[in-house]
């Protein structure tokens, strides 16, 4: 491995923390500047054991006296930076000791078999990220983002993720028509249906719809699924957070999958 540059900063001027601090506070300035900030250790080793290469690490002089160091090493550019100079950067209420600027490589291209989460219009962020977690830990291997879906790769949603981001393949910004190119039957959650998920045979590898937080699945996206299932809801709640609902869905066919 090659060693690492590593420089003190004292200016908050610095241009790199200038770009640093836009990708922290800018949900969609990584499609302009084709980078990404991700902060906190947690994330940077997610990133690092899927295989990433950090640009640039940005450490605070305490964590550089902690075994954070040798994290921050991983990076081909290290910038230690004052302790104050660093919550500046960050853009969380507890400023994270470490952070990492990454290369952003612009939207996967569509996998039409893949095992597929489509987002349509999902607006808010904690609910993308928690879906892009379930989507990881139950086995699919795509996200499909239609416009009007918050930005995946904005900062509150790759926290949400937890590291999901780096083992999916994701697409964002896409119209309902590049559904079409999907060759798995796609399933939607409906309150209304008559057949609940539990109740069917679902099939594998298929895509799940999940709908806007308020107004659910569209009536285009929705005349494009193979079925509409519902979640039973003994307790008699009209309906689940699409962030639960996502949860439920996916288990239930890894559940399926596993026990076939």
């Given at each position: 491995?090659?060693?690492?540059?590593?420089?003190?900063?004292?200016?908050?001027?610095?241009?790199?923390?200038?770009?640093?601090?836009?990708?922290?506070?800018?949900?969609?300035?990584?499609?302009?500047?084709?980078?990404?900030?991700?902060?906190?250790?947690?994330?940077?080793?997610?990133?690092?054991?899927r295989g990433g290469v950090p640009l640039h690490a940005v450490v605070s002089e305490p964590a550089?006296?902690?075994?954070?160091?040798?994290?921050a090493l991983r990076a081909a550019s290290v910038t230690v930076l004052p302790e104050a100079l660093m919550a500046g950067v960050s853009a969380l209420?507890?400023?994270?000791?470490?952070?990492?600027?990454?290369?952003?490589?612009?939207?996967?291209?569509?996998?039409?078999?893949?095992?597929?989460?489509?987002?349509?219009?999902?607006?808010?962020?904690?609910?993308?990220?928690?879906v892009l977690r379930s989507a990881s830990a139950f086995g699919f291997k795509q996200v499909v983002a239609l416009k009007g879906t918050a930005a995946l790769w904005s900062p509150k949603v790759l926290r949400a993720g937890m590291g999901a981001h780096f083992g999916l393949s994701l697409i964002e910004g896409v119209d309902a028509a590049a559904l079409s190119s999907l060759s798995v039957p796609m399933l939607a959650t409906s309150?209304?249906?008559?057949?609940?998920?539990?109740?069917?045979?679902?099939?594998?590898?298929?895509?799940?719809?999940?709908g806007h937080e308020g107004e659910g699945v569209s009536a285009l996206v929705q005349s494009q699924c193979h079925q509409a299932l519902c979640i039973p809801q003994p307790g008699g709640e009209e309906s689940l957070n699409v962030g639960a609902a996502a949860a439920v869905c996916l288990y239930e066919s890894a559940r399926q999958r596993m026990s076939r």
């Open positions: 491995m090659t060693a690492s540059t590593v420089k003190a900063i004292s200016s908050r001027d610095n241009p790199l923390l200038v770009r640093v601090r836009k990708l922290g506070r800018d949900p969609v300035a990584y499609r302009k500047l084709g980078e990404l900030w991700i902060e906190g250790d947690h994330l940077c080793r997610a990133f690092l054991q550089w006296a902690t075994p954070l160091r040798d994290l209420e507890s400023p994270a000791p470490i952070g990492f600027v990454v290369s952003w490589h612009g939207a996967a291209a569509l996998l039409p078999d893949a095992p597929t989460v489509v987002l349509d219009r999902l607006q808010d962020a904690g609910n993308v990220g928690t309150s209304h249906a008559a057949q609940a998920i539990d109740q069917v045979a679902l099939p594998w590898p298929c895509a799940w719809v999940l």
